[in-house]
T-cell receptor, first 114, second 116 residues
Framework: AQKVTQAQTEISVVEKEDVTLDCVYE???????LFWYKQPPSGELVFLIR??????QNEISGRYSWNFQKSTSSFNFTITASQVVDSAVYFC???????????FGEGTQLTVNP | NAGVTQTPKFRILKIGQSMTLQCAQD?????MYWYRQDPGMGLKLIYY???????DKGEVPNGYNVSRSTTEDFPLRLELAAPSQTSVYFC???????????????FGPGTRLTVL
């Protein structure tokens, strides 16, 4: 069965600090997809990134970067120079190619203080 | 396109009451999903549908029913509301052209349900 673990329940940083959100996953499939979503205080879910298991290249998008390491089953998310607007709950999710289900981690509440 | 819409936004039910949460999408997506999010938790899949007339159970289907008579609509029914069903409910869909496992799910804004 697939499982996603986000061990950090809450993280609090001061603006401009860098912060890394951890995500560890379990799956029996050899091919799968990983996702990150952002849920701001308004409650909607915002898609951030998708990564397939064949592509271990790290990705950078502005202040966001993602580190995918298949050897450790991790897909960590780093925000550089954090801003107050980054305050949200961030979810990591996994979908195996053999199924239709998107399995979410429990989320990490990030608070960026001015 | 309006995307994925959900109604109502908020609802308070008494124990034992029933209600239907509405979900609609105008993007002609075949795949649609219902999730619930309990306070401080991640999303758990209740039911999903891969097309009109086809539905399947997710992780937490007990206490819920769904139907999919059209491509656009995927209502979620609570027959006998219980306090354990207090949650935020999200509907989602996937574009047909990307309906493989890497497809991004488009989420509705959510329905906040309280059962007292």
């Amino acid at each position: 069965a697939q499982k996603v673990t986000q061990a950090q329940t809450e993280i609090s940083v001061v603006e401009k600090e860098d912060v890394t959100l951890d995500c560890v996953y379990e799956t029996r499939d050899t091919t799968y997809y990983l996702f990150w979503y952002k849920q701001p205080p308004s409650g909607e879910l915002v898609f951030l990134i998708r990564r397939n298991s064949f592509d271990e290249q790290n990705e950078i998008s502005g202040r966001y970067s993602w580190n995918f390491q298949k050897s450790t089953s991790s897909f960590n998310f780093t925000i550089t120079a954090s801003q107050v607007v980054d305050s949200a709950v961030y979810f990591c999710a996994l979908r195996e190619t053999s199924g239709s289900r998107l399995t979410f981690g429990e989320g990490t509440q990030l608070t960026v203080n001015p | 396109n309006a995307g994925v819409t959900q109604t109502p936004k908020f609802r308070i039910l008494k124990i034992g009451q029933s209600m239907t949460l509405q979900c609609a999408q105008d993007m002609n997506h075949n795949y649609m999903y219902w999730y619930r999010q309990d306070p401080g938790m991640g999303l758990k899949l209740i039911y999903y549908s891969v097309g009109a007339g086809i539905t399947d159970k997710g992780e937490v289907p007990n206490g819920y029913n769904v139907s999919r008579s059209t491509t656009e609509d995927f209502p979620l029914r609570l027959e006998l509301a219980a306090p354990s069903q207090t949650s935020v409910y999200f509907c989602a869909s996937i574009p047909n052209r990307d309906r493989g496992p890497g497809a991004e799910q488009f989420f509705g804004p959510g329905t906040r349900l309280t059962v007292l």
